[in-house]
T-cell receptor
Framework: EPEVTQTPSHQVTQMGQEVILRCVPI?????FYWYRQILGQKVEFLVS????????KSEIFDDQFSVERPDGSNFTLKIRSTKLEDSAMYFC?????????????FGDGTRLSIL | GQNIDQPTEMTATEGAIVQINCTYQ??????LFWYQQHAGEAPTFLSY????GLEEKGRFSSFLSRSKGYSYLLLKELQMKDSASYLC????????????FGAGTRLAVHP
């Protein structure tokens, strides 16, 4: 069964450094999402992306965050200058276009630890 | 605004049936999803409701009442591997179908 893949599985970064989280969505999917989950808390929406542009973003997704689909397969989340509170599990998700009842499929996540 | 409430923890016995409730208040509702999440892993899709009623998928069923802002996930013939968190997520109308998650219900299945 096709799946969303994320790399790396764990990223440790010094505060203030830039970090790029990578995702390869399911190949025929057209809608892409990033969510995050701080340890012990709920999954929170960050951003959705469709047709090569951001379609919606949350209050969390401030100017330090950006997303890109640099080629036909990768979907990246960049945090420009990381803060301690950015430490969380980051999940990429994708969805097909076959009707709005299609579920979002999640990758295994990248655990980001900011020191 | 939006608010999604689920019990924090539940316990059940192997082979039994358990019902996990979810209530929501949201400005714009376009469906409700249930996901299973094992510790440290990704949420995996279980079921979807957009119309009132019961949807059955094997050992899992989900019910929705839009007028009451209420859903439940029913798990039958519980197995040890069903020990996980169960996430209720509301899809907002408009936009591109972002999901708003509840805090999740941690289910522990005992022998």
């Amino acid at each position: 069964e096709p799946e969303v893949t994320q790399t790396p599985s764990h990223q440790v970064t010094q505060m203030g450094q830039e970090v790029i989280l990578r995702c390869v969505p399911i190949s025929n999917h057209l809608y892409f999402y990033w969510y995050r989950q701080i340890l012990g808390q709920k999954v929170e929406f960050l951003v959705s992306f469709y047709n090569n542009e951001i379609s919606e973003k949350s209050e969390i997704f401030d100017d330090q965050f950006s997303v890109e689909r640099p080629d036909g397969s990768n979907f990246t989340l960049k945090i420009r200058s990381t803060k301690l509170e950015d430490s969380a599990m980051y999940f990429c998700a994708s969805r097909s276009e076959g009707g709005s009842n299609q579920p979002q499929h999640f990758g295994d996540g990248t655990r980001l630890s900011i020191l | 605004g939006q608010n999604i409430d689920q019990p924090t923890e539940m316990t059940a016995t192997e082979g039994a049936i358990v019902q996990i409730n979810c209530t929501y208040q949201t400005s714009g509702f376009n469906g409700l999803f249930w996901y299973q999440q094992h510790a440290g892993e990704a949420p995996t899709f279980l079921s979807y409701n957009v119309l009132d009623g019961l949807e059955e998928k094997g050992r899992f069923s989900s019910f929705l009442s839009r007028s009451k802002g209420y859903s439940y996930l029913l798990l039958k013939e519980l197995q040890m591997k069903d020990s996980a968190s169960y996430l209720c997520a509301v899809r907002k109308s408009g936009g591109y179908n972002k999901l708003i998650f509840g805090a999740g219900t941690r289910l522990a299945v005992h022998p």
